[in-house]
């Protein structure tokens, strides 16, 4: 009787295994999915002629806009936004205003981003001048400096790239798109905390962009993921910025597939049996 319960409870455990296998398996073999959604944006719905400093729309934000250097300048609205092919715009647009030492750069809090996958995403148009700090979007988390996107001189300074904490691309210029800076761009960078690596694609179809499962990025940064609580716009005459927006990957629950729903419950009734023999022999 006793070896015959072991074998009932090895054969329940052994089932048991199987469902968890196929459990993995599955989840391992899945494509990604879950949901995209939108956490801060700012698309600049402001009047025409204002300046930025002090506005406050858009939605997400811990505060409103507020200059970030003081040495220089604050941008400020233009009535006509930025457009792109498949997204949807509300409102003007970002652009440089002449103050200070000619370097605009204001910024606006959010709470703090810093797990996960999440997106930074903006459309903008530089000047082909670059160096000395701009043109970028800059990162920062408690007052540090974690990252940016843009440019900042050097080989690769008129390109579209993804900057460390010194505002600096990769060596190599896998870091660096294509795009100059100086051109319309759509602007999709993704940060994921748990790979600790931002890849970035410049201009995409946003038909058949797949935020969830996105293609080979134009650029990428392994070994950098920047944090951030504060994202800040620095730049020299020309710029133009709009519909900044993060957003954050919710993944979905994952579900177990109906083979490895019976298996599971195939190992229950196996361990049900064998508790219910041994209860009929212990009388």
Known sequence: MRANRQGIAALAAGFLCCALIAGVEQAAAATPSGTVTTVAYDGFAYTAG??????????????????????????????????????GTTGGKVVWA???????????????VNSGVVYLQFVSQFGSQTGGGTPNIR??????????IGGNGGPYGPKMSILDTTLNPKSDGTSS?????????????QIDYRGNTTQMWVNPDLGTFDYLNPPAPD?????????????????????????????????????????????????????????????????
């Open 139 to 148: 990162l920062f988390a408690s007052g540090s400096l974690t990252g940016g």
């Open 50 to 87: 204002t300046s930025l400093l002090g506005q406050g729309g858009g939605f997400g934000w811990s505060n409103a806009w507020f200059q970030d250097y003081g040495s220089g300048g604050n941008f400020t609205i233009d009535g006509a936004g930025l457009t792109y092919p498949g997204l």
């Open 98 to 112: 002449p103050g200070g030492n000619g370097i605009d750069g204001d910024a606006r809090n959010l709470p703090l």
């Open 177 to 189: 798109s294509a795009a100059n800076l100086s051109g319309l761009n759509l602007v999709v960078v």
């Open 219 to 283: 650029a990428a940064y392994a070994g950098l993921a920047p944090a951030f609580d504060k994202i800040a716009i620095y730049s020299r005459f020309p710029a133009n910025v709009d519909e900044l927006r993060v957003l954050r990957i919710q993944p979905a629950i994952p579900t177990l597939s109906r083979a490895a729903l019976i298996a599971m419950a195939l190992a229950l009734a196996l361990l049900g049996l064998g508790m219910s023999r041994r209860n009929r022999s212990q009388r």
